[in-house]
């Protein structure tokens, strides 16, 4: 029996009503599958797949508040109502004043960097997310990693591992000249660093330094809200706080935002940009009309900027938060009890393994948290990503490969879409390739690597 405190944590605040079929390919046709796709989980097809964690983005389930309000959605190509809604809607959440759709998060970043950058200018971040990197690198700038120590190492627990490392950030933007950064930029949650979260008192102090240069400061929103529940849960003075005064604080230190809105807003398709200064706001209309289409759509139609609206307000629930953290920090003790060697503490999105540690005697530049991936889908339908050696690619000035901090094998929940019995299978799974694999010698190497970004089309050979 369980106290009434520890049931109520484990209450799921939704049931289903539609469901999508899904099924396990014979052990056989998986390997048959994987083979023909050369390695690259991105060339299966989703009928290829049972359970599916290659990404959180536009893979949650809609709500009935949502799929309601998408029949209200307004068509109109300029001024339409559910522009208006979604707009308020994130006005009311951020208090950042001008927002502008975009059809994803990559969209938003591109017309963001085609104002902000300069040639050579810098981007100073916490482990920028790729799709960011190159785009910020289109627009001409560079990327500066400035997270902390602790974010780069698989096995330190640290409480906000997506950190900005605020003396690096301050010699770096020093070295520099406040007016070569185009701007700071802050991803909550740190994707790329394992879905780990950034403290208010991290936020609050690069906001206050850069402030005092003139540098502008901008999140990286797509799970704004997952790191909103992280700093109440651990941070000392929010643990009483609601979610959304949390958000509002959050916003009120940066200047602006980019967000993939298929995460933490739980729609299929869309992102946006959002900026308190008008002069920037009125510059990013042209580059919007040109890329994404006008500015009161973007790029969404209007039923997705109503799904949006409501799916916002769906994220900031408390039960629901407190459900998808916890059921990632499930997936996380599974794993751990297993033996299976994970980025600890567990982020908000995902479950990441290290691969180099996982196979050991795997040598680094094998991909060993790509041969993970492969590994998983062999054994049981499980698709996952790699965040690693694959993605991070070459230097782009020296053409070098780049060897990252950590080589990890992503296992990303898509929102309210998985039961734990789902969950639980994956463990299984994982567990069963560490059990009979951890002597493997042998990783794989490119049979293609792609030009340009080199991690969705890239194929792989066993050596
Ligand atoms: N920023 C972050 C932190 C992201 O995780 C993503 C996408 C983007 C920007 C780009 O947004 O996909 O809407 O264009 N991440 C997905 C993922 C693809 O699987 O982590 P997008």
Redesign the pocket.
Known sequence: MSSEQERARRVVPFRAKVVEPIHLLPREERSRRIERAGLCLFALKGDDVYVDL?????TGSLSTNQLAAMMTGDESYAGSRSFDKMADRFREITGLPFVIPS???????RVLNSVLVRPHSIVPGNS?????KAHIELAGGRCVDCTIEAGKDSATVHPFKGNVDVPKLQKTIEEVGARNVAYVLI?I????GGGQPVSMANIREVSTLCRARGVPVFF?A??FAENAWFIREREAGYGNKPVREIVREMFSYVDGC??????DAIVP???LIAVRDQGLFDALKTPTILFEGFYTYGGMSGMMMEALAQGLDDVMQEDYLRHRIGQIAQLGAGLRAAGVPIVEPVGG??VFVDGRRFYPHVPEDQFPAQLLCVELYKEGGVRT?E?GANLIGRDPDTGENIRPALDLC?L?VPRRAYFQEHLDYVVDVVATVFEGQRDRTRGLAFEHEAAGIRHFSSTFRYL
């Open positions: 290659l990404t959180d983005s536009g059809h994803q998060g990559r969209g938003a970043e920028h997310f790729d799709t960011t991803t949650t740190c994707n790329s990286d797509a799970r980019t967000m993939s809105s298929k995460k398709m869309g992102g999105h995902a990503v965040v992503r990303a």
